[in-house]
Nanobody
Framework: QVQLVESGGGLVQAGGSLRLSCAAS????????VGWFRQAPGNEREFVVT????????HYADSVKDRFTISRDNAKNTVYLQMNSMKPEDTAIYYC?????????????????????WGRGTQVTVSS
């Protein structure tokens, strides 16, 4: 059973950067596509980005496109989320999640219910 642990969250000023990590233990993360989701207070959990098992395919939410970059190092069993040009509306708890497949028929998984494993999240706060 894979366990996912997020790290790297914190407080940053608007326009700043943070890099989140999602580390896996118990099984190799290379067997899974990995997604990042976020949830702000009073809001539903929303999709941010996902990456395929090999890292070749990625899909971003429009709200973070061109600002966030997902990557993975399967040798280190870790997926990263580089967040640049951050905005106050990026404030949320960020969760990583793993799924056995990136998607079906070329459509990536963007619903949290499509993911099988979840971390506990890391808080990201962007001040204005």
């Amino acid at each position: 059973q894979v366990q996912l642990v997020e790290s790297g969250g914190g407080l940053v000023q608007a326009g700043g950067s943070l890099r989140l990590s999602c580390a896996a233990s118990g099984r190799t993360l290379s067997s899974y596509a990995v997604g990042w989701f976020r949830q702000a207070p009073g809001n539903e959990r929303e999709f941010v980005v996902t990456i395929s098992r090999t890292g070749i395919r990625t899909h971003y939410a429009d709200s973070v496109k061109d600002r966030f970059t997902i990557s993975r190092d399967n040798a280190k069993n870790t997926v990263y989320l580089q967040m640049n040009s951050m905005k106050p509306e990026d404030t949320a708890i960020y969760y990583c999640a793993a799924a056995g497949q990136y998607g079906t028929s070329g459509t990536p998984r963007i619903r949290w219910g499509e993911y099988e494993l979840w971390g506990r999240g890391t808080q990201v706060t962007v001040s204005s």
